[in-house]
């Protein structure tokens, strides 16, 4: 907490920075651009959205519960009893002020911090909703929305993760009694990982092994109680805590169970899409087993909405601190110019930040329509789930009533609701949270040495977002769904281009976009596609496309034509996958600045804002392009040997990627502006909208820093430390 008496000298307050002060120079940046920044963040963001931002953020402002001043120098004992007194009293004001789930989440997104009740939230809520029923949800969801119970998603292993059909913990089926019986045989069935669960969860969504009269059904979805509702304590055969410190994410109680022969009654399997039948014990299979990891892929999706605002925050305090950094000279300026360069200025600072600007606004529009791709098939799940409940016993899987293999390939193409979805979802969480995770460190080294600093704010943003990349699925494992998708949809436009499957034919010609550019890839794959990607935008995307059917088609001659092992393709598959997430982020940032009109549909969330002004509309243009273009010269070698760039289209693209950078860098500070971070959110000197960066630092360093109200007694030959302590002790509370 800040100190009630400065303990900077007079001589040292009336310090200033040499030079041009910060404030001046983001002013001038200001100046320069005609970017309108309200109505770039309305087109965003929509401008109630923005006004209950700006709401919530007053609201948690005020409160000396969200203080935020001591964040950098807490230990993590400290900083996760402050968190958990946060998310108590986050969720008294959501109570108090009638705040929906968006509101709520948004509130959490302000404090930026994981609290421990983040898993409960998203989920352990999220799981009850989607797939317990009726009955379920009297007994659970209830209870869990007024957090008369607290709990959490159990699902990754200390020997498994991203491999849920590996999972060893087993849920037995006992008939006499009608429960089961859940149990962790092993060590490394031991739950871990587990956010929430390590002190704060009462209950947990356990995925075990289902196992009848002996027989594996696969993971499914278990609410087991595992602490005493009035003591909080482990039940009887359980034992759970928490991992211990992390990398990053230091305010969440990430945690580890172990379950010994532990009975939960027959309503405890979750149910909306497969039960066990109490009076029989007859298994009723799903219409799709990939329901059964419904929440999985709304956890993806999420990711992939918050990707582009994750990186935002680290490009927004990049971008501002390069403008107000002066080093060194341009070895060419002359008369007035001579003098220390704007960081920003430098083209080796442009070429790192700037693409990756471009990049947050083509996650952001990918993300929204990720998220609408989600809540449409959830609506498409349960009613087919109703619809076929009579097929309910037969084998599911791939065509001809094959059974579903447990390996990473279907050899058949199917008819999966979840397909391609389930692809979509894969493919763009590994993309964009790896862009994310990565750009957060290109924005780091960008702030030179004090990037370094906690002060940045990127350095523990970074690190609490980084385990992103590895879970809800590793992303490199993740790739390797996405590539069965593709390689099953070519096999199934193939057969329908040889006339053999004239449902395929019809899907391959409408609806399906995989299926649309990989049937025009092969109508065209003898004459070459001949695209303008410099002159033309839609060139641009259909080249993206035709890359990914490219590296799909010779993925799937390896593999059915070469007889290629699955494991000696896994490189190739990464990379098709990648290309693939490139296409699908390229066209949903093209897609947006697109008129609703002309594409034939109402608008999204993100164009029910104003239309943009010319100007504004013109640089998020130029941002497409930049990303587009700069997303091609990285991956030319794939471009060229598709066919997609010629040689020379390669070169020119270079040449326009550095004229883009010059587009845009006079509005890169307006650009930012847009994301609307306010300063108590970003919790960065580096990163303050009014450019104060070297005041802040020193504030920081010299008056809230609690290790200078320390006086060392530093001789080695004496037994104490502390020839004085001034240091204030004060426990979190409410």
């Known amino acids: 907490m800040p100190t009630k008496m400065s303990r900077n000298p007079d001589w040292v307050k009336k310090l200033t920075p040499a030079g041009p002060q910060g404030p001046e120079l983001l002013a001038k940046e200001r100046a320069a651009s005609n970017v309108a920044v309200d109505q770039l963040a309305e087109f965003l963001f929509t401008k109630e959205a923005l006004a209950r931002k700006e709401q919530i953020l007053q609201v948690l402002v005020s409160d000396p519960v969200f203080d935020k001043s001591q964040n950098y120098f807490q230990g993590r004992e400290d900083r996760i009893e402050a968190s958990l007194a946060k998310a108590k009293r986050l969720r008294q004001l959501s109570a108090r002020h009638g705040w929906s789930q968006e509101d709520y989440m948004l509130a959490n997104d302000l404090l930026s911090e994981p609290t421990p009740y983040g898993l409960h939230a998203t989920m352990f809520l999220v799981t009850l909703r989607e797939q317990g029923t009726p009955e379920q949800h009297r007994l659970f969801l209830d209870r869990a929305e007024k957090y008369e119970i607290i709990g959490c998603y159990a699902q ?140 999985l892929t709304y956890v993806r999706s999420t990711i992939v909405l918050q990707s582009g605002s994750v990186l935002a925050r680290g490009v927004t305090i990049a971008t501002r601190y390069c403008a107000v950094r002066r080093q060194f000279q341009d070895l060419d300026a002359k008369g007035s110019d001579v003098g220390e360069s704007q960081v920003l200025d430098y083209t080796m600072v442009q070429v790192r930040l700037l693409p990756l600007l471009a990049a947050t606004f083509a996650l952001h529009f990918t993300g929204q329509s990720m998220i609408q791709m989600y809540q449409e098939n959830q609506k498409r799940m349960a009613t087919a789930a109703a619809n076929n409940s009579s097929s309910s016993n037969s084998s599911g899987g791939g065509a001809g009533g094959r059974p579903r293999q447990p390996g990473p390939e279907e050899l058949n193409p199917g008819t999966d609701l979840l397909a391609d979805l389930h692809a979509t979802s894969c493919a763009l969480k590994a993309y964009g949270s790896t862009v994310a995770a990565e750009g957060l460190e290109v924005c780091r080294r960008a702030c030179g040495g004090h990037g370094y600093s906690a002060f940045s704010g990127i350095g523990s943003w970074y690190a609490d977002y980084l385990p992103t990349v590895t879970w809800e699925g590793d992303n490199y494992m993740l790739t390797q769904q996405v590539c069965r998708y593709l390689l099953k949809s070519a096999r199934g436009v193939i057969a329908a281009t040889k006339g053999k499957d004239k449902a395929a034919s019809a899907a391959a010609s409408s609806s399906n976009d995989t299926a649309r550019f990989l049937t025009a890839y092969l109508a065209r794959r003898d004459t070459g596609p001949a695209f303008d990607v410099l002159a033309s935008d839609a060139d641009l995307v259909d080249a993206f496309a035709w890359r990914v059917a490219h590296l799909t088609f010779e993925a799937l001659q390896r593999r059915d034509g070469d007889h290629r092992p699955w494991n000696s393709l896994l490189v190739d598959f990464y990379r098709l996958s990648t290309a693939h997430a490139q296409y699908m982020v390229v066209k949903s940032f093209h897609d947006s600045l697109q008129p609703p009109s002309s594409q034939g549909r109402s608008k999204s969330k993100s164009q029910s804002g104003p239309s943009l002004d010319p100007e504004t509309a013109g640089v998020l243009h130029a941002l497409f392009r930049l990303f587009a273009l700069h997303t091609l010269e990285r991956e030319a070698a794939e471009f060229f040997a598709s066919g997609a760039a010629s040689l020379p289209q390669i070169r020119l693209a270079r040449g326009a990627v550095m004229k883009l950078l010059g587009t845009v860098r006079p509005h890169a500070v307006r650009l930012v502006d847009a994301w609307k971070f306010p300063d108590w959110q970003l919790d960065s000197s580096l990163g303050r909208h009014d450019g104060r960066v070297y005041e802040d630092m020193f504030y920081r360093a010299s008056e809230l820093n609690p290790l200078n109200r320390v006086v060392f007694d530093p001789y080695p030959d004496s037994d104490v430390l502390f020839k004085k302590d001034e240091r204030e002790r004060v426990k979190s509370k409410l």
Not at 176 to 186: C, E
Not at 233 to 255: A, Q, S
Request: glycine share 10%; charged share 15%; net charge positive.
């Open 156 to 295: 990754t292993e200390l020997g498994h993760g991203s491999n849920v059909r590996g999972l060893e913990t087993t849920a037995t089926w006992n008939q006499a009694d009608r429960t089961f019986t859940l149990h962790s045989p092993h060590l490394t069935s031991s739950k871990w990982w587990i956010g929430s669960l390590g002190r704060t969860a009462n209950h947990a969504v356990v995925m075990a092994q289902l196992i009848i009269g002996g027989k594996p059904y696969g993971p499914h979805p278990f609410v087991v109680q595992i602490r005493d509702l009035k003591t909080h304590e482990p039940l009887e055969n359980v034992h759970v805590g928490d991992i211990g410190p992390k990398f990053g994410y230091n305010t969440m109680d990430n945690g580890f169970l172990l379950l010994n022969h532990v009975k939960v009654p027959h309503v405890a399997m979750l149910a909306r899409f497969s039960r066990v039948d109490p009076a029989t014990g007859a298994y009723a299979r799903p219409a799709n087993p990939s329901l059964i990891y419904g929440t």
